[in-house]
């Protein structure tokens, strides 16, 4: 089977909604169920967490970073972290364990890099969509620290079947775009119960269309994925995609250039990236 027809039959498959996920992302999934129950309360939500070894990591490391420990006291245990991070912030973890072990460890060389580049590439959409939208779209970050976690999520749902399908390692990676965003991308979104203002601001995201000035949170994932000095592998360059309008990160906000808000919440940024390394 060749690249063409292995990208085809995982399209056509999902299309069925016969999604198949690896075993490792089991106990996130549940977490993230778990919390969409409004009588989950913290305590549960901090034992479901430690059930899950990485995700404990990451929720610690979050709420240490900058963003959510201004007041510089440092936690150790995971319940205490669950508390300052929120349930909210907790769900986008919980994702992001989704999203970066969806892929698995992979032992071709070829495909581990390029799932360990396009993680890279989505901690930084995701720590500079959460500035962005705080500083100048003014959407809310944590919604938008999200949808930069999982907009790529169909890019590694087609890593995870690699082994299944080996024909999709042929040819340019960048060729799988169109079917890790409309063929498989939203099949994914939909079977996570991802909410859709954020399934509409991922679908704004592929089609690459920026407003001046930006406001949406279709707005700030272009920005993001425009400024993440990492692009995704699997896709053409940010500056390609939204056309001529890569000018807009020294254009004029609110008496500030997106370029200097940028600069000043760099620590920002690298804490929040820091915290998503896995």
């Known amino acids: 089977m060749n690249r063409s027809e292995a990208l ?8 069925r909604g016969e999604l198949v996920f690896p075993t490792s992302v089991d106990v996130a999934l549940k977490v993230q169920r778990a919390l969409d129950n ?3 309360h913290t305590e549960a939500a901090a034992k479901l967490v430690q059930t899950e070894p990485l995700l404990s990591a990451r ?3 979050m709420a240490n970073s900058v963003v959510y420990n201004r007041a510089g006291r440092e936690i150790t245990d995971v319940r205490s972290a669950v508390a300052r991070l929120g349930f909210r912030t907790l769900r986008s973890l919980a994702g992001a364990v989704v999203t970066r072990q969806m892929a698995g460890t992979s032992a071709d060389p070829k495909l581990r890099a390029i799932s360990a580049r396009l993680w890279e590439h989505t901690a930084h959409v995701a720590a500079l969509a959460h500035v962005i939208a705080r500083r100048v779209t003014k959407q809310d970050p944590e919604t938008a620290f999200f949808a930069g976690i999982i907009h790529e999520v169909g890019g590694f749902y087609l890593i995870s079947r690699a082994k299944d399908f080996p024909g999709i390692l042929e040819g340019d990676p960048a060729e799988w775009a169109e079917h890790a965003e409309a063929e498989v991308g939203r ?27 930006p406001s949406s949170l279709s707005d700030t994932l272009l920005l993001a994925n425009t400024l993440a000095p990492v692009p995704s592998p699997l896709n053409q360059p940010p500056d390609e995609k939204i056309g001529n309008n890569a000018p807009i990160i ?29």
């Open 59 to 61: 929720v610690v490391a």
């Open 187 to 213: 099949t994914v979104l939909a079977t996570l119960g991802v909410p859709d203002p954020v399934k509409e601001a991922i679908e704004g995201l592929w089609e690459g269309y920026l407003a001046l000035p």
């Open 38 to 40: 409004p009588d989950c």
């Open 8 to 15: 085809q039959a995982i399209a056509t498959q999902a299309g």
């Open 250 to 278: 020294d254009t004029d906000i609110d008496e500030m250039t997106l370029s200097s808000i940028i600069e000043e919440s760099k620590a920002e940024v690298q804490s929040l990236i820091d915290a998503l390394k896995f």
